[in-house]
């Protein structure tokens, strides 16, 4: 850990990491200025009130030259792009510029598993350390899933399970944790990024940057993550296509067989669960349990006590997360489906029955075929909102799709979809939430207060 007292440290951005970043900083003796574009709301007041009680100097509505110019080291919220103009200003003065998730590594002496990936990192991530703290270790799931790493120090954790973002990995310039994971890699945040190479350099920037000594674990099933390279050892999972021959050589692999998902470590091979054991709906989940299993091997987990806490693990929120039955219809959250790769495989999920979809919000731009494709195979009708509900529409008209209607409200779209008792409905939007929502929080925990708001109006008085 490094000697804080009296350093000066700019941070740009007060939502969660800012906050926790500053309060670390502050507590070490670390001299700190806090700056944040947006007008603080009555909860981010009460936390900054806080920070100024320790020392740290607050400015909000807009990044000045007073936060640049106050420290030559900055640390960066994810939120903010390397296009934006502070942040090209500070490259231009030769700033230092990183992000909580780097920082952290510096400072933290507990193992740290890193799991990036377009899809399925919280879920991920939250798997992991299910099964390393049913094993009896302290291992919290901290990062890009909502919780600031730097406020786990004060647990002492065995390990840190790390979900990290392409936006976090871009101001990571030398993070190198002890286990690396890339679960998949489908275009996403191209305006973040500018274009899909910079998207891709992001994230294969961690596994460069690791040893000999440490751990990669790779999808090997995809084509661009199968090949990325990497000086660590490799542990390699796989749901049976694998598009690299390293896979049928490796010593240490998972992956499924059957409806049996198999842990292949030192070369000896060891069932671990069937499919059907899981709690988790669809592949995408099984494909989750097995990078799971591999990351808990390779940290020295033995496979029963792996199967044991693997059975046990439930849907996080807003991951295909069942909400309740209203009127005979099912309501599914799937409101972290913020991009078509994801909202797909929720859609793949439902193997027996088409649903009803709720997609849209704030477009992405990206190609819409494979998930028009998509829904016209499990999807009944399709219920369209926010600012992409007219392209979304269109291309569902242009790929054939039939039942399309739009609705000019979250609420009216609940609604309708319920009316139309074609079917479960699914909030899976394909889209980001920021046109109506502060995030896929937000979003996911309106969708259930409106299904649930309406299973009260049908129960029966007492």
Known sequence: MANWTGKPVTILGAARSGIATALYLANCGAKVFLSDAGAPNDEKLSQIKELETKGVKVEVGGHTDLALNFADLLIVSPGIAPTTPIIQKAKQLGKEIISDIELAWRENKAPIIAITGTNGKSTTSALISHIL??????????????????SCFDLEPDFLVVEVSSFQLTYSPKFAPKISMWLNLTPDHLDWHGNLESYIAAKQSVFAQQRNMQISILNADDAIVANTKTKTQIFWFS?????????????????????????????????????????????????????????????????????????????????????????????????????????????ESFVDEKVVLIAGGKDKGTDLTEFVDSAKNHASAVVLIGEAKERFASAFAKGGFKEIHRADSFAAAVDLA?????????????????????????????????????????????
């Open 133 to 150: 703290q049913g094993a009896g270790y302290k291992a919290p799931s901290c990062g890009n899933i909502g919780v600031p790493i730097l």
């Open 418 to 462: 319920g009316q139309l008792k074609l079917g479960p409905v699914l909030l899976s939007p394909a889209c980001a939430s920021f046109d109506m929502f502060r995030d896929y929080e937000e979003r996911g925990r309106v969708f259930k207060d409106i299904v649930r708001t309406r299973l009260k109006k049908l129960a029966p008085s007492a």
């Open 239 to 347: 749901m049976g296509k694998p598009v690299t021959p390293d896979f049928s050589l490796a010593n240490n692999a998972t992956f499924q067989r059957g409806n049996e998902l198999v842990l292949k470590k030192g070369g000896q091979e060891t069932v671990i669960c069937k499919t059907s054991d899981l709690l988790i709906m669809g592949k995408h989940n099984v494909e989750n349990a097995l990078a799971a299993i591999a990351a808990c091997a390779a940290c020295g987990i033995d496979a029963e006590e792996i199967g044991s806490h693997l059975k046990t693990f439930a849907a996080l929120e807003h991951r295909l997360e069942f909400v309740a039955t209203v009127d005979g219809i099912k309501f599914y959250n799937d409101s972290k489906a913020t991009n078509t790769d994801s909202a797909i495989k929720a859609l």
